[in-house]
T-cell receptor
Framework: GQNIDQPTEMTATEGAIVQINCTYQ??????LFWYQQHAGEAPTFLSY??LDGLEEKGRFSSFLSRSKGYSYLLLKELQMKDSASYLC??????????WGAGTKLIIKP | SAVISQKPSRDICQRGTSLTIQCQVD?????MFWYRQQPGQSLTLIAT?????????ESGFVIDKFPISRPNLTFSTLTVSNMSPEDSSIYLC????????????FGPGTRLLVL
């Protein structure tokens, strides 16, 4: 079956760094997306990884290891507005995104 | 990135009625999707809206309950029929932007409450 595993909730301090891990099992693999979703709003695109390694984009970086079925999202210099859910979504052999429940990130002052 | 609008943004409806949600994209896109997200839950794909043919529904969703239209490459509608309180959810339109490596973008969502 298809499965995504992320921590349900994480807490971090403003200005710090946090890493949100994601392990997945899919039938086929065509890359992995990370989305940010604030409460009551639609998800917004953060990153897309299709090759192994680290992709850096400003304060956010995303890493992928296809052989391990593992990805992480790294958020640096945390700001209060980063409080949101972060969704890891691998793409299966049918090019469909597989969605988990995401990780709720709480930023404290 | 594709700009997506949805109407209505929110609605409160009575049990047994139907609501049609519209999704408009500012550019032609090959693939459009309809998702549902119930409070605290993950996104659930309802169907893929196919231009000029019947939508492709995921397991647990049927055309009689969620009829979908896609008359062209920039517009789609989702109807939630014969509503019950269990249909209270956020309904999201999403498109695959072929110009950006097949990134999937979401509309702002329609918040539906069924009494």
């Amino acid at each position: 079956g298809q499965n995504i595993d992320q921590p349900t909730e994480m807490t971090a301090t403003e200005g710090a760094i946090v890493q949100i891990n994601c392990t997945y099992q899919t039938s086929g693999f065509n890359g992995l997306f990370w989305y940010q979703q604030h409460a009551g709003e639609a998800p917004t695109f953060l990153s897309y990884n299709v090759l192994d390694g680290l992709e850096e984009k400003g304060r956010f970086s995303s890493f992928l290891s296809r052989s391990k079925g593992y990805s992480y999202l790294l958020l640096k210099e945390l700001q209060m507005k980063d409080s949101a859910s972060y969704l890891c979504a691998p793409v299966d052999s049918n090019y469909q995104l597989i969605w988990g429940a995401g990780t709720k990130l709480i930023i404290k002052p | 990135s594709a700009v997506i609008s949805q109407k209505p943004s929110r609605d409160i409806c009575q049990r047994g009625t139907s609501l049609t949600i519209q999704c408009q994209v500012d550019s032609q896109v090959t693939m459009m999707f309809w998702y549902r997200q119930q409070p605290g839950q993950s996104l659930t794909l309802i169907a893929t809206a196919n231009q000029g043919s019947e939508a492709t529904y995921e397991s647990g969703f049927v055309i009689d309950k969620f009829p979908i239209s896609r008359p062209n490459l920039t517009f789609s509608t989702l109807t939630v029929s014969n509503m019950s309180p269990e249909d209270s959810s956020i309904y999201l339109c999403s498109v695959l932007d072929d110009r950006e490596g097949k990134t999937q973008y979401f509309g702002p969502g329609t918040r539906l409450l069924v009494l």
